[in-house]
């Protein structure tokens, strides 16, 4: 079997560029004993990847140059020489951006029937969903009354944690880009207040506008995709002992100059603020309760499965392009079977 | 009785000046039921004072105009008309900044005869102590094996943590400026690194320096008294997990433009770090174990209770500009009855 791989050519200098990257076809060799082949059917791709394109030293190790990249993916198992795994199961796997592969069965995942389409494990209930449920639930430690301000909203993590603190009966404030992704937060997810921060000048006056008309004082949680401009306006909103869940700082990522904000870091100090970065793969022990919640809210259809689905791996780095345009509603999914 | 009190005439803009106060000789009036009056031993001054100067929202409202200024004092009750209170008791207060004052007993906190010198209830028997002791224990949660990181490690705040860190055998980095207060974080408190943040371009590569000399990765607790280039350091230097404690950022308080440091605030999310900004106001409820531990601490002779005294209100001033010069070694008190 052949597979088409995106390598990792060179590593990018601020916003990454198609010449970054070469799409090499592979023949894939006879399984060894003990490994898998696996024919990708759905990859995802997300910001914190453009990280790995670095040689930087960060919670996972950078993109090895001349070798396929890596991400989640989910597949059909095609042949198998372990006994855990057998043709047509379902497995993900962190071996995206290919279409196929053999690998040891340590590096697969089988993930069992329970009515969920194949593509829900790269989202609502994959990583995706344990960074929204866990930064959400443990990190910020959302407790009964809290207003809730999420930035990225719309997007992959964004517009799952907008739903779980809807679930839970709290009023959130999203902030996205666009009239298209503003309509779907208040029309699709139903959140309380939204801003479109590309139509604002100032986010924090926006943000103070948006608690205002919910009739609150300030926010108690902030859930960070973003960081720089809406970090700050978060800061100067946030009620005493606010937490905020550092999930993602997208907007510094391609940053190559020294970022200037935010400017208000003390008030961490003032108002008795936690900030906390995390990463899912240290939550893994909320798994259990996270997969429960997640399949029953989605089987009590209060949980809105959003994705951006771009057609073959050909497409894959538009996929990944479009996450910093801001193109995506929702998991920015590449269809690949 | 006559009280000389010093009042606050008009809000300073950046770096305070003598003609932003006024010192004012106030006959104390007659006694009402249930007050208490009090003559004034021991007075300190603090950084937060500064922020409370400006007429903006924080934890603890400003000082008002025309009006004396609040802060620690100890003295000794003249004469009482509350029950709860006799001629020789030694109180503590907020009401500094003021020789002697009438006060309903409610504001003030009788202090037992535990063998501390008065003013140890201005430093590590009092809210300074239980600021180190929290912060370091409970906000950043240390545990066996960190390494801690101390900024304004020669103040009264830092210095104190330094102790503790060490009593609890932690190897500890403290960065102060100048020699001499180098000298007394290497000689008399023995802590493993030090950094002269005056002497040195780099802070970020000082802290690394600091990190390699003690066989260290990277520093598990960075406990913050100044904020900016210091913050930025520990950050660039934190291991995974590390947790800060955010107390202070005194490199900022007279700042009239935009910070520009930290510019690495992404590590957050890279390293899994938790900030968390605090006030022992707010860690009351730890006071019993603290006051246990520091007076056993301080009758084993592992604690050194350092002072820098002023003679006199009409130097309580010259005590409160020496703060942002770095005059202080230790506590800084200045010295009424």
Redesign the interface.
């Known amino acids: 079997m052949q597979s088409r791989d995106i390598y990792l050519k060179r590593r990018p200098v601020g916003m990454p560029v198609p010449e970054d990257f070469e799409a090499v076809v592979t023949t894939l060799p006879a399984l060894a004993e003990g490994e898998v082949q696996v024919r990708n059917s759905w990859m995802a791709v997300d910001p914190a990847m453009r990280?790995r394109m670095n040689d930087a030293k960060?919670?996972i190790p950078p993109f090895a140059l001349d070798a396929p990249m890596e991400g989640p993916a989910v597949g059909t198992v095609v042949a198998s020489r372990d006994p855990g795994f057998a043709p047509g199961d379902i497995v993900s796997s962190r071996l995206g951006w290919r279409e196929a592969f053999n690998a040891p069965a340590s590096a697969l995942r089988l993930r069992p029937d329970v009515g969920l389409p194949p593509q829900a494990w790269l989202g609502f209930a994959g990583v995706t969903g344990l960074t929204a449920y866990a930064g959400l639930l443990k990190v910020a430690a959302l407790k009964p009354g809290d207003v809730v301000f999420v930035s990225g909203a719309a997007g992959g993590v964004g517009s799952i944690v907008c739903q779980i603190a809807k679930i839970k009966g709290h009023k959130v404030i999203a902030a996205a880009g666009g009239a298209r992704k503003i309509a779907y937060l208040k029309d699709v997810l139903g959140v309380d207040a939204v801003i479109d921060y590309k139509a604002e000048e100032n986010l924090t006056k926006a943000l103070a506008r948006a608690v205002k008309a919910i009739g609150a004082t300030g926010i108690d949680v902030y859930f960070d995709n973003v960081?720089g401009e809406h970090?700050q306006a978060a800061l100067a909103l946030a009620n005493?002992f606010a937490r905020f869940a550092?999930?993602?700082?997208i907007s510094?990522?391609n940053v190559t100059e020294?970022?200037?904000v935010?400017?208000n870091?003390?008030?961490?100090?003032?108002?008795?603020?936690?900030?906390?970065?995390?990463?899912a793969l240290?939550q893994m022990e909320m798994e259990p309760h996270f997969l429960a919640d997640m399949i029953a809210w989605h089987k009590a259809g209060l949980l809105t499965a959003t994705e951006t689905v771009h057609e073959g791996i050909d497409h894959a780095l538009d996929a990944f392009f479009g996450l910093f345009s801001g193109a995506n509603l929702g998991r920015m999914l590449v269809k690949l079977g």
Not at 246 to 249: A, R, S, T
Not at 265 to 279: N, P, Q, Y
Request: aromatic content about 10%; charged content about 10%.
């Open positions: 990280g960060s919670y960081g970090l005493p550092i999930c993602g700082m510094q990522y020294a970022p200037t935010p400017r870091l003390t008030l961490i100090m003032v108002k008795s603020i936690r900030m906390e970065g995390f990463i240290n």
